[in-house]
């Protein structure tokens, strides 16, 4: 018979060694979007200003906890990258140890967890990666923790602290509400009515006074990629979706687990599980619904949106797992979940490493390597060096700022901190259109002939656009590099006479009027 005790007391080490394999190989990898977002945090901190660009009241931002989270990190340790991935790894750290705490009678339970968890690259790559996701990861494990305790012992406290955790989520990101909602009324439902409506107003307070804070500052509750990245229904778009979810479960090991679940019971058992828990059922049922929408838009790849739920799933599949610890088998069984989970992470592992950060055929970056990510970013941050010293160069930098047309809106305006910077996100004005010649520098990316991409008529257009541009502007930064499997060339235009910049400060006023 296998020892359990002493199986888990070598598995959970060495898989906890294997996540850290995954996080030093990955540490490096600060997705571009994250220096949106220091970026903000940083004009909050040296000039009280949550703006991307100063003077500009533009929220581009999808989570905007994040913001305040970052900026007191750049108070405390004074690195805003280094700050972020610090903290996230310390919220990583926690969410093993409450694993730990919950799975504490059960060694191998625990070790299926942290294989499914800890070892997942992907839930590596955005725990360092800079953005939310790690956040909302842990806000949506504890809401879960709380949902699964209460089932076994009812305490008024845990209801009341999981609608007080949804809100908090909702400032994390606005769509986790998908999950939240559920639970969260779930909760309200279970509680007395005097105690239901205390509890939905601490929980409500943070999201109402950010959303009028919100509309007071910026005009608008909602960021601009709200209107620039919409959920898409077409067939098409929802199967190829589709797809990806499946993959995600399936390399995440999730759909053999859960098999492996449904296998030992019956499904009259399942079926009464799923009732009994039929707001955990449905808050991941609306969840992945809404992924068929969005699973694989901009921003999104390495199965982003569902990373941030990998370990609320991992909790409730294995703490089911766990019940049947008493059957015939069910310790070699686990042990080979364990084993061939670990595997697969590894494997995937090196293929985020060296083939695709996507983990996949079908979302972004497909073609796209870590190491070829990293040296996208450093040709990022060799244009923001080369437009600082042209500038300098400049008699009209005695004057103002420069303005910059920037295609990714992270890492160069980031780096020119006093820059005006415009792509897609912050340029965003829905009553005044933006023009790129009203800027001093025009970043573009060029595309390789045969442009083969699934959008490729589009860009083809876009390609020809910035010919014209490249053929009536001096160049004073070029730079090729293998990128989404071509050779793409990263080009700094010289815009010696810009137009007025009419943009307004503020997302739907007018534009500004020409200065006589």
């Not at 639970?183 to 109402?208: G, T």
């Not at 077409?234 to 999730?254: C, M, T």
């Not at 990128?483 to 006479?497: A, M």
Request: hydrophobic content about 50%.
């Amino acid at each position: 018979m296998l020892d359990q005790r002493r199986v888990s007391s070598i598995a959970v080490p060495v898989l906890l060694a294997i996540a850290a394999l995954n996080v030093a190989l990955l540490f490096r990898m600060t997705v571009d979007d994250a220096f949106i977002v220091f970026r903000y945090a940083r004009n909050l901190v040296e000039h009280g200003q949550p703006v991307f660009n100063l003077g500009e009241r533009v929220n581009a931002v999808t989570s905007p906890l994040l913001v305040y989270i970052d900026a007191a990190l750049y108070r405390l340790v004074g690195d805003l990258e280094l700050g972020s991935k610090l903290f996230a790894l310390l919220l990583f750290a926690l969410l093993c140890a409450s694993a730990a705490l919950w799975f504490r009678k059960n060694g191998l339970a625990l070790a299926l967890f942290l294989a499914l968890v800890a070892t997942s690259p992907y839930f590596a790559l955005w725990t360092v990666g800079g953005l939310e996701t790690p956040h909302l990861a842990f806000l949506i494990y504890f809401m879960t923790q709380l949902y699964l305790a209460n089932a076994e012992s009812p305490r008024t406290w845990r209801l009341s602290l999981l609608v007080a955790l949804a809100g908090i989520a909702f400032l994390v990101r606005y769509d986790s509400i998908v999950f939240t909602a559920p639970l969260a009324l779930f909760a309200l439902q279970s509680l007395r009515l005097p105690r239901a409506l205390w509890a939905l107003a601490v929980a409500a307070l943070l999201p109402i006074v950010w959303l009028a804070f919100s509309w007071h500052y910026y005009g608008d509750i909602l960021p601009t990629s709200f209107y620039l990245k919409h959920p898409e229904f077409g067939l098409f778009k929802l199967f190829h979706n589709a797809v990806y979810i499946l993959e995600f479960l399936l390399f995440s090991s999730v759909i053999l687990v859960g098999w492996t679940m449904a296998w030992s019971t019956t499904p009259m058992a399942v079926w009464r599980g799923s009732r009994r828990n039929i707001a955990l059922v449905l808050a991941f049922g609306l969840t992945f619904a809404y992924a068929t929408t969005a699973a694989t838009a901009h921003m999104m790849f390495s199965y982003r949106m569902l990373v941030a739920y990998l370990p609320a799933l991992a909790l409730v599949l294995v703490d089911r797992v766990a019940k049947d610890r008493e059957t015939p088998g069910w310790p070699s069984k686990v042990a080979a979940l364990v084993v061939i989970t670990t595997v697969l992470n590894l494997a995937n592992l090196a293929v985020v490493r060296f083939q695709s950060i996507a983990g996949s055929r079908v979302g972004e970056y497909a073609l796209t390597n870590v190491e070829q990510y990293e040296s996208f970013l450093d040709v990022m941050r060799g244009a923001a060096q080369t437009i600082d010293a042209h500038w300098r160069s400049r008699s009209e930098s005695a004057a103002r700022q420069p303005r910059l047309d920037v295609f990714a809106e992270g890492v160069v305006p980031y780096l020119l901190p006093t820059s005006r910077s415009y792509g897609s996100l912050t340029s965003y004005r829905s009553r005044c259109a933006y023009d790129p010649l009203s800027s001093d520098y025009l970043f573009l990316r060029l595309l390789p002939y045969p442009i083969r991409t699934a959008t490729g008529a589009k860009m083809i257009e876009w390609r020809e656009q910035n010919e014209r541009l490249i053929a009536d502007h001096p160049i004073i930064f070029r730079q090729t590099t293998k990128f989404e499997g071509l050779e793409q060339s990263w080009i700094v235009l010289w815009n010696e006479h810009p137009r007025e910049n009419r943009l307004p400060n503020k997302v739907h006023d007018e534009c500004l009027s020409d200065t006589p």
